[in-house]
């Protein structure tokens, strides 16, 4: 296999065979070979070419991260469909929109996550979803108008396993294999349609700068519905032979257990779940020895935190990037040589591959150190938005540029510092004030572990800063004390009007901050207050 020319379903057949001798999958159910594997994707796969499942046919999986959740993800590229992941979070009328929107015609999810009956949620929308065939369940009790595996597994052949292999060999890379939906925070959820060739040469870089080799062991908090967790932690995982294993809830205790007896070494996350493992105050009492390299993003880190990553943690590699989903997870990504304030200060530089450029409001290139719009163009830019032909054009330009919507400075080495998203810049009496910036500046004071900006009503000037601080390890955080440092190391217009300190922030199921909950507790606070 040439893994700069190839697909996510020869991935699924060639990974088998490869690593025929390691590990696969280590779930808290059950422990899979990879050979034991590639045998679970062929006959999933058969028993959904038996249930009528045609190539470019959706598929859609609405699970936490366990293993069955991979199997099915790769049975679809082998029976020639395509993937389309659900959030887990999603109620019953947002996972109808996803699957009514890609057409789906199998629909694998589970009974009983957080206490949570899918198949229930989604029983009074059903009847919208005119392409949906059947649902079937990976784990938890069955209800009407639901299937077991067990049930569609019966009616596979030796007819149907011969079938995938035909339909492997027919997938091309420039072939869409997956639709991820985007969140939604400016609007209903576009479907980004990520091609099978350009998803698996994006993370060929990302593997080695990680050093991810047959048997590394990799802990998976990232919900395999989102970029971070498929593209950044499972293909990798196939790709190179390591163990993938899958944590479904975040838990800090957990968490360090799970490295402990797993004897964890690549941890790929955000900053939120680092900080908060250094927060905790038992953090000594695990044996986290086996961590050797790991990987963040999508919220600012400071320096110290780079350093306390790699001396109470104990992590050799610590990397950053940059991505979103119409970028295929990835566009930037540090070397494992970078230096602590490198890593903390930028996303990287662009891939092999990909080219990077900072424009003003008028789409003019604007000079290194200059905030901007960034924009990206390279092989691994999504193929568009499912369906929606007006809004591909908006985001991806005739010259095949995609405006991101983020605010980045590029330096002199081309490494970019994503310093916020446009739509989250606030307007203090005439000043734009970015959040991300501010966040930058206050995360270097020593008392601050987490911090998150928003901007709220103010009669004056228009809109102030609102700053939530969670403390950092052995530390007591002073709003007062905060506010008067800010004011001495920041333009007054950035100073934060409100500091409040927290135990912890509100995460979203892919643990990125939540913004809009945060300026609903600001004005809840400040209306409190008066």
Wanted: charged residues 25%.
């Amino acid at each position: 296999m040439d893994p700069n020319h190839t697909t996510l379903a020869e991935l699924a057949a060639w990974a088998p065979q490869r690593y025929a001798g390691s590990e696969a999958i280590a779930d808290d159910v059950r422990r899979i070979g990879y050979t034991e594997l590639g045998e679970e994707i062929d006959w999933t796969a058969a028993a959904l070419v038996a249930a009528g499942l045609q190539p470019g046919d959706t598929v859609a999986v609405w699970a936490p991260n366990i293993w069955e959740w991979t199997v099915a993800a790769f049975a679809t590229f082998r029976a020639g469909g395509v993937l389309v992941p659900i959030n887990t979070r999603f109620k019953g009328r947002e996972a109808a929109f996803v699957l009514g929107k890609a057409r789906v015609k199998v629909l694998f999810t589970v009974n009983g996550f957080l206490d949570t009956d899918y198949v229930a949620m989604l029983a009074e929308h059903r009847a919208q979803l005119v392409d949906l065939e059947r649902v079937v369940v990976l784990r938890g009790d069955v209800p009407d108008g639901a299937i077991g595996c067990a049930e569609l597994l019966a009616a596979t052949t030796d007819e149907h396993r011969a079938e995938i292999d035909r339909r492997t060999a027919e997938v091309r890379p420039e072939d869409t294999g997956l639709i991820m939906f985007t969140s939604g925070t400016t609007g209903m959820p576009k479907g980004v349609m990520v091609g099978h060739g350009a998803l698996i040469r994006a993370f060929l870089a990302y593997g080695e700068a990680l050093g991810i080799a047959e048997g590394e062991r990799m802990l998976v908090i990232n919900p395999f519905f989102h970029a971070f967790g498929f593209n950044g932690a499972t293909v990798p995982c196939l790709l190179r032979g390591a163990t993938l294993v899958p944590h479904a809830v975040f838990d800090v205790d957990a968490v360090l257990a799970k490295i402990e007896s797993e004897r964890i070494t690549i941890l790929p996350a955000p900053p939120a779940i680092f900080q908060g493992l250094l927060n905790h105050k038992k953090l000594d009492s695990f044996d986290i020895s086996s961590l050797r390299s790991c990987i963040t993003g999508a919220a600012p880190i400071s320096a110290e935190l780079v350093v306390q990553m790699r001396e109470r943690l104990g992590f050799e590699t610590v990397l950053t990037a940059y991505g979103m989903t119409e970028t295929s997870g990835l566009a930037t990504l540090c070397s494992p040589e970078d230096d602590p304030e490198t890593i903390a200060n930028t996303s990287g530089k662009a891939i092999d591959g990909v080219e990077l450029r900072i424009v003003d409001d008028e789409g003019r290139m604007v000079g290194a150190g200059q905030p901007g719009e960034l924009l990206v163009r390279g092989f691994q830019i999504m193929k568009g938005y499912l369906d929606d032909p007006e809004q591909t054009a908006e985001a991806v330009d005739a010259d095949g540029w995609l405006h991101t919507g983020d605010v980045a400075v590029m330096d002199e080495r081309g490494y970019i510092d994503i310093t916020d998203r446009k739509k989250d810049m606030f307007i203090v009496g005439g000043f734009n004030a970015y959040p991300a910036e501010i966040e930058r500046m206050m995360i270097e004071h020593p008392d601050v572990g987490q911090v998150a900006v928003v901007g709220v009503p103010d009669e004056r000037l228009g809109e102030v800063g609102a700053a939530f601080v969670v403390a950092a390890p052995r530390s007591e955080p002073d709003p007062d004390h905060l506010i008067r440092w800010c004011r001495a190391a920041m333009a007054n217009y950035k100073v934060p009007r409100y500091v409040w300190v927290v135990e912890s922030l509100p995460l979203n199921p892919s643990n990125k901050v939540l913004k809009y909950a945060l300026r609903d507790m600001a004005l809840e606070r400040i209306g409190a207050a008066r």
